[in-house]
């Protein structure tokens, strides 16, 4: 529980390879399995970046982005907090910036499009450093965790649907996923006596 007090749970199931069935000692407990493994790998991943030494990848050829004048301004006075969170950026020519750099975690194309959206959105230059950095790895860390979290209609066996609902319940927040959607739905033992008219 969250509380600390033990509860006992059973696995029961998988439906359409989509939910996680759960029989608790109050109710049925249904866990979106896509969403589930999404919460636990943004924290994973949130953690990794938040360390000190953030984990660059190199890139074999830099990513070159073609900016508005504004924009480039604003990448050449991110280049230092940028590197915090593991981008290394060299302003070019006219208006574009080199990415030589990125944070492990993300591939080229996701480190280019955050870097463009944030650029273009106008709050970076809004942004103190340690708040950017919080910014950068949020959104790194939530465009990782859904795109490497199990799918929906995607079997799990016994053992893969009992790591994943241990791990959750072990999450600093297992009830949304990154984007707000909720993990977690319980139908009480109230509520399935009612609807089969036992009460």
């Known amino acids: 529980g969250r509380s600390g007090e033990p509860r006992s749970f059973r696995l029961l199931g998988q439906y359409k390879g989509t939910l996680l069935l759960l029989e608790g000692a109050d109710g049925l407990y249904l866990i979106d399995q896509h969403v589930a493994h999404e919460r636990i790998l943004f924290e994973r991943i949130r953690r990794n970046l938040e360390a000190d030494q953030p984990q660059v990848q190199p890139l074999l050829e830099p990513l070159v982005l073609d900016l508005s004048s504004a924009e ?16 290394e950026i060299t302003p070019l020519s006219g208006e574009s910036v080199a990415i030589a750099a990125i944070p492990a975690e993300l591939t080229p194309t996701q480190a280019g499009g955050m870097l463009e959206a944030l650029l273009r959105s106008g709050q970076a230059e809004a942004l103190g450093a340690s708040d950017l950095r919080r910014t950068m790895i949020e959104e790194a860390a939530a465009s990782m965790a859904c795109r490497s979290a199990v799918k929906m209609h995607e079997p799990l066996t016994a053992t893969e649907m009992e790591q994943l609902v241990s791990e959750l319940f072990e999450a600093d927040q297992p009830f949304a996923c990154p984007h707000g959607r909720p993990v977690i739905l319980k139908l009480s033992d109230f509520d399935l006596e009612k609807r089969f008219k036992r009460r």
Do not use: C, I, K, N
């Open 72 to 87: 480039r301004q604003g990448a050449e006075d991110l280049v230092e907090p940028l590197a915090g969170v593991g981008f």
